[in-house]
């Protein structure tokens, strides 16, 4: 089946230290995006990528970084300068066109420090 | 002023109501409107996706949009338990910047 797959489902980081989440999707949609979900703030917008090798921040991309080498792969660093890395991170994809395709959502990764 | 505003809830009903729910915007300019569901620890399922003003149906769901009155609402019918989750409303006038509400938590009673 056609999805956006997210792993790991619970990450676990120490303080000082790089973690990676994976995304991977099968639909062949060429914008990929991250969102971190706060309770009670919605979802916020890390980054962005339209394309293969290019990408454009989001509203809270400081502390973080991604990477788009192919068009089906979309990870996000969550680097130490990151001082409250603590949420749901979800990941999306949607075809990119004139036509404004609406976004699909992977089932997230949970982030918690230890 | 947010982009888009949400009453967060939460919202109980008994099974078999009809349940409204609402968000309203600041933007004009937004054209494409959605409407999420989100259960617990999993990410949002696109439930609706509208075009302008109008209303559309899909099964027990009908999504309604006043451009006019920067107001959309989701109307579900015949509520289940199983619609018991977060529903996210979500916005955009281009292609690569969606708008988020809050969410509202619904807790459909058996």
């Known amino acids: 089946d056609g999805g956006i797959t997210q792993s790991p489902k619970y990450l676990f980081r120490k303080e000082g230290q790089n973690v990676t989440l994976s995304c991977e999707q099968n639909?062949?949609?060429?914008?990929m995006y991250w969102y971190r979900q706060d309770p009670g703030q919605g979802l916020r917008l890390i980054y962005y990528?339209?394309?293969?090798?290019?990408?454009q921040k989001g509203d809270i991309a400081e502390g973080y970084s991604v990477s788009r080498e192919k068009k089906e792969s979309f990870p996000l660093t969550v680097t130490s300068a990151q001082k409250n890395p603590t949420a749901f991170y979800l990941c999306a994809s949607s075809l990119y066109d004139r036509s404004n395709q609406p976004q699909h959502f992977g089932d997230g990764t949970r982030l918690s420090i230890l | 002023q947010k982009e888009v505003e949400q009453d967060p809830g939460p919202l109980s009903v008994p099974e078999g109501a009809i349940v409204s729910l609402n968000c309203t915007y600041s933007?004009?300019?937004?054209?494409?409107f959605m409407w999420y569901r989100q259960y617990s620890r999993k990410g949002p399922e696109l439930l609706m996706y509208t075009y302008s003003s109008g209303n559309k149906e899909d099964g027990r769901f009908t999504a309604q949009v006043d451009k006019s009155s920067k107001y959309i609402s989701l109307f579900i019918r015949d509520s289940q338990p199983s619609d018991s989750a977060t529903y996210l409303c979500a916005m955009s006038y281009t292609g690569n910047q969606f708008y988020f509400g809050t969410g509202t938590s619904l807790t459909v009673i058996p």
């Open positions: 990528s339209q394309i293969v090798n290019d990408f």
């Open positions: 933007n004009s300019a937004f054209q494409y």
């Open positions: 639909l062949n949609h060429d914008a």
